[in-house]
């Protein structure tokens, strides 16, 4: 899957979804397209996570022992 981004020169093209995370932490975008058709500022806007795992606080359910 594809998705639209934004340069500094304000060119627009379809990059890999794959390239995406490599391309914001270079700074490389000035904005990307969501699947709702909203564009999102890297600097500003909100992101799904930023590649840390979260951790669990409660109870372990899933050990057995």
């Known amino acids: 899957m ?3 981004v934004k340069y500094h020169d304000d060119a627009i093209e379809y990059v ?3 390239l ?3 391309l914001l ?3 490389s975008i000035v904005a990307f397209k969501r699947s709702d ?9 909100p992101l799904r996570g930023n590649g ?3 951790e669990y606080k409660g ?4 050990n057995r022992w």
């Open 2 to 4: 594809a998705l639209l």
């Open 16 to 18: 890999p979804k794959c």
């Open 20 to 22: 995406i995370r490599e």
């Open 25 to 27: 932490f270079s700074g």
């Open 37 to 45: 058709d909203t564009w999102v500022d890297p600097k500003t806007g």
């Open 52 to 54: 840390v795992a979260k």
């Open 59 to 62: 109870h372990e359910r899933r």
